[in-house]
C-alpha cells in the first residue's frame, strides 16, 4: 500500500506564488508515475501535471504550462508542485496520485490517492 499526504494549500492573491507537497509513504519501488491533479466546485477533476520516474517529460496541462512545475525528489519520497502567477480559475483542491509503471499521461488512471489540500485564489 502506498499512502499520500498533501500540504501547502492555502489562500492567496492573483499573481501570487504557493508550494505544494506531497509526501508518499509506503512500498514505493521501480518505476511510478506521480500525477498533481485538481478539481473545483461543480467541475470534473483534471491532471494539471504529471511525470514518472525516473526520467519523463513532465507533462502540464495548457492552462498552467509556463506557471507551474512540478519535481519529484525520490530520495524524500517527496514530490512538489510550485505554482506561480496564480489566478482565480487555479482555485481549487488539489490532490497528488500515484501509478505503479512508467506511464502517466491522462486519463491513465493512477492507483492511490492523497486526501487533497485547497487551494483559494483571491482576485
Known amino acids: 500500500q502506498v499512502q499520500l499526504v498533501e500540504s501547502g494549500g492555502g489562500l492567496v492573491q492573483a499573481g501570487d506564488s504557493l508550494k505544494l507537497s506531497c509526501a508518499a509513504s509506503?512500498?514505493?519501488?521501480?518505476?511510478?508515475?506521480m500525477g498533481w491533479f485538481r478539481q473545483a466546485p461543480g467541475k470534473e477533476r483534471e491532471c494539471v501535471a504529471a511525470?514518472?520516474?525516473?526520467?519523463?517529460?513532465?507533462y502540464y496541462a495548457d492552462s498552467v504550462k509556463g506557471r507551474f512545475t512540478m519535481s519529484i525528489d525520490n530520495a524524500k519520497n517527496t514530490v512538489t508542485l510550485q505554482m506561480t502567477s496564480l489566478k482565480p480559475e487555479d482555485t481549487a483542491v488539489y490532490y497528488c496520485?500515484?501509478?505503479?509503471?512508467?506511464?502517466?499521461?491522462?486519463?491513465?488512471?493512477?492507483?492511490?490517492w492523497g486526501q487533497g489540500t485547497h487551494v483559494t485564489v483571491s482576485s
Open positions: 496520485a500515484l501509478r505503479r509503471g512508467s506511464y502517466y499521461l491522462p486519463p491513465i488512471p493512477y492507483d492511490y
Open positions: 511525470m514518472s520516474w525516473p526520467g519523463g517529460r513532465p
Open positions: 509506503g512500498r514505493i519501488f521501480g518505476n511510478y508515475a
